[in-house]
Nanobody, 123 residues
Framework: QVQLVESGGGLVQAGGSLRLSCVSS????????MGWFRQAPGKEREFVAAVRSGLTTYYADSVKGRFTIYRDNAKKTVYLQMNSLMPEDTAVYYCALNYEPSASRKADEYDVWGQGTQVTVSS
């Protein structure tokens, strides 16, 4: 069973940066689509970014231009570089794996999830 482990969350001031990492324990990582989602208190889980096996990337409008998703297949790791953070980015961030090659924006199309990492942005 493939497992995902996120790291890199924390507390940062508005305007700051964080880089989240998500390591996969197995699978043919290079063939898998990977996504990042987030969930704020009292809100539904929402799409943040995704990257296909062919490196095509997709972003939510709310993070476009500020966040970058990229992957290192040799390390079986996907990253989320977050710049110009705002208080509304505060949430638990989850990485997810999709056995299908498409990088969906829909959470229910992902097959494996990490445990989440907390990101808190203070104003």
């Amino acid at each position: 069973q493939v497992q995902l482990v996120e790291s890199g969350g924390g507390l940062v001031q508005a305007g700051g940066s964080l880089r989240l990492s998500c390591v996969s324990s197995g699978g043919i990582f290079s063939r898998l689509a990977m996504g990042w989602f987030r969930q704020a208190p009292g809100k539904e889980r929402e799409f943040v970014a995704a990257v296909r096996s062919g490196l095509t990337t997709y972003y939510a409008d709310s993070v476009k231009g500020r966040f970058t998703i990229y992957r290192d297949n040799a390390k079986k790791t996907v990253y989320l570089q977050m710049n110009s953070l705002m208080p509304e980015d505060t949430a638990v961030y989850y990485c997810a794996l999709n056995y299908e090659p498409s990088a969906s924006r829909k959470a229910d199309e992902y097959d494996v999830w990490g445990q989440g990492t907390q990101v808190t942005v203070s104003s």
